[in-house]
T-cell receptor
Framework: AQTVTQSQPEMSVQEAETVTLSCTYD???????LFWYKQPPSRQMILVIR??????QNATENRFSVNFQKAAKSFSLKISDSQLGDAAMYFC?????????????FGKGTKLTVNP | DGGITQSPKYLFRKEGQNVTLSCEQN?????MYWYRQDPGQGLRLIYY???????QKGDIAEGYSVSREKKESFPLTVTSAQKNPTAFYLC????????????FGPGTRLTVT
């Protein structure tokens, strides 16, 4: 079974600075998808970024980018120019590309605090 | 506006009572999911459905039941057999292919006393 590990329960960053959140996963599959979700205090889960395992290029969405290291099974999220609105829980998630295995497997999350 | 609605936002029940949480989506998604979130934990899958009139157990299905009579709706019933039902429940939906991300509703906080 696949597992996702987020080793940093809490992180903090100064406004306008850069922070990196770590995520590692365990799988025997070669084709899969990885996601970062944000959960602000409202508790609505919001997709931040996604990465297809077959793509070597790291995904980028505005101030958010990932460092995907397939051999190391690592998928970190970098937030540049941090803003107060980035404060939230961040969850890393794995989804198999195998048909019939559409469920997301989540890590336990990292709570990000942004200090003004 | 397209999206996923869950109602109510907060729900209180007495122990021993069944309770049904609603989830409706107008995104024309084929697949729908129910997750449970506990403090300090990630989300855990309860049930999912890829097509109407079909659903599969997730990792923690015991004490829960679902139905999928319409594409838009996937209600979750928390039965009295669920030993620790107090939690935050999130519904999600996606197109069936695994590459598509899941979109989440706003969640329902269930408290059982």
């Amino acid at each position: 079974a696949q597992t996702v590990t987020q080793s940093q329960p809490e992180m903090s960053v100064q406004e306008a600075e850069t922070v990196t959140l770590s995520c590692t996963y365990d799988t025997s599959e070669s084709d899969y998808y990885l996601f970062w979700y944000k959960q602000p205090p409202s508790r609505q889960m919001i997709l931040v970024i996604r990465q297809e395992a077959y793509k070597q290029q790291n995904a980028t969405e505005n101030r958010f980018s990932v460092n995907f290291q397939k051999a190391a099974k690592s998928f970190s999220l970098k937030i540049s120019d941090s803003q107060l609105g980035d404060a939230a829980m961040y969850f890393c998630a794995y989804r198999s590309a195998r048909s019939g295995s559409e469920k997301l497997v989540f890590g336990k999350g990292t709570k990000l605090t942004v200090n003004p | 506006d397209g999206g996923i609605t869950q109602s109510p936002k907060y729900l209180f029940r007495k122990e021993g009572q069944n309770v049904t949480l609603s989830c409706e989506q107008n995104l024309n998604h084929d697949a729908m999911y129910w997750y449970r979130q506990d403090p300090g934990q990630g989300l855990r899958l309860i049930y999912y459905s890829q097509i109407v009139n079909d659903f599969q157990k997730g990792d923690i299905a015991e004490g829960y039941s679902v139905s999928r009579e319409k594409k838009e709706s996937f209600p979750l019933t928390v039965t009295s057999a669920q030993k620790n039902p107090t939690a935050f429940y999130l519904c999600a939906s996606s197109w069936a292919a695994s590459s598509y991300e899941q979109y989440f509703g706003p969640g329902t906080r269930l408290t059982v006393t």
